[in-house]
């Protein structure tokens, strides 16, 4: 596999539920990034990893639960979600930025969640 | 506050020329990004800009005003396969990402 990888690629839960989103990226970058992105709104940044430590939450509800065992894997645990939850949800990775400076994101397909 | 403006939509012709405007305001700045998504896709990267002019990759070129705070993205020769979103980010002091609303670019035969 290449690129940035996210499983799955549709999920459908309930408000009660407990779920995680998986990442993985094949580039050898050391960031990685959550995004939710709603209809006709911008993308909306939710964590930050750089080198496995979380330099970035923007205040982000407790319910959105992000874990970073490695360089190459991200995820995001989810429970008790809200209908306005549902969006679709984006994995990036990209160089280190703090030390490299600008360098651009690589996406992967995103996971369509919907909150039931 | 930080914030990036683009249209919400766009219509032009195949074989047309269109040119998607971005104004933005960042905290410190550390480039433009312009991004393209197909629907039900992943964004994907187009170019950047940090110094003042034009940069041209193929058919697609990217404009920087850093005292205006504008960008523009130009795209030659449309093809129906360029509808898609089109994604303004500038980068800010911090090296994250603020990114508009997205312009979607509708083509017409």
């Known amino acids: 596999e290449t690129g940035v990888t996210q499983t799955p690629r549709h999920l459908v839960m309930g408000m009660t539920n407990k779920k995680s989103l998986k990442c993985e990226q094949h580039?050898?970058?050391?960031?990685m990034y959550w995004y939710k992105q709603s209809a006709k709104k911008p993308l909306e940044l939710m964590f930050v990893?750089?080198?496995?430590?979380?330099?970035e939450n923007n205040s982000v509800p407790s319910r959105f639960s992000p874990e970073c065992p490695n360089s190459s894997h991200l995820f995001l645990h989810l429970h008790t979600l809200q209908p306005e939850d549902s969006a679709l949800y984006l994995c990036?990775?990209?160089?280190?930025?703090?030390?490299?400076?600008?360098?651009?994101?690589?996406f992967g397909p995103g996971t369509r969640l919907t909150v039931t | 506050g930080q914030n990036i403006d683009q249209p919400t939509e766009m219509t032009a012709t195949e074989g047309a020329i269109v040119q998607i405007n971005c104004t933005y305001q960042?905290?410190?700045?550390?480039?433009l990004f312009w991004y393209q998504q197909h629907a039900g896709e992943a964004p994907t990267f187009l170019s950047y800009?940090?110094l003042d002019g034009l940069e041209e990759k193929g058919r697609f070129s990217s404009f920087l005003s850093r005292s205006k705070g504008y960008s523009y993205l130009l795209l030659k020769e449309l093809q129906m396969k360029d509808s898609a979103s089109y994604l303004c980010?500038?980068?800010?002091?911090?090296?994250?990402?603020?990114w508009g609303a997205g312009t979607k670019l509708i083509i017409k035969p």
């Open positions: 990036a990775s990209s160089q280190d930025f703090l030390a490299g400076g600008p360098s651009e994101q690589y």
């Open positions: 580039l050898g970058h050391n960031a």
């Open positions: 990893y750089n080198f496995k430590e979380q330099t």
């Open positions: 960042t905290s410190g700045f550390n480039g």
């Open positions: 800009n940090v």
């Open positions: 980010a500038g980068m800010d002091s911090n090296y994250q990402l603020i």
